[in-house]
Nanobody, 124 residues
């Protein structure tokens, strides 16, 4: 069974950086398109970033474009989310996921496996 484990979250002040990691197992990681999503308290889960299986194509939500970078290391079976210039509105639980439906990376329904999430809290 595919398993995804996120790590790297924490409590930080606005303007600093964090790097999230998602370690995958149970499948052929290098064949998977991957995505990062986040969910703030009382809100729906929203798309953050996506990356193709090879890492050659990346996609970002407008709210994080220019600040966040998604990348992957297929040799290590890890996808990363580098988060710079963090803002309080970035506060959420961050999840990584495996895409199983071709098309937009931005829809949660296009993903079949999810990690447990890692909390990111950004204070003013």
């Amino acid at each position: 069974q595919v398993q995804l484990v996120e790590s790297g979250g924490g409590l930080v002040q606005a303007g600093v950086s964090l790097r999230l990691s998602c370690a995958a197992s149970g499948g052929t990681f290098s064949n998977w398109d991957m995505g990062w999503f986040r969910q703030a308290p009382g809100k729906e889960r929203e798309f953050v970033a996506g990356i193709s299986w090879s890492g050659g194509s990346t996609y970002y939500a407008g709210s994080v474009k220019g600040r966040f970078t998604i990348s992957r290391d297929n040799a290590k079976n890890i996808v990363y989310l580098q988060m710079n210039s963090l803002k309080p509105e970035d506060t959420a639980v961050y999840y990584c996921a495996v895409q199983h439906v071709s098309g937009s990376y931005a829809y949660t329904g296009n993903y079949d496996y999810w990690g447990q999430g890692t909390q990111v809290t950004v204070s003013s």
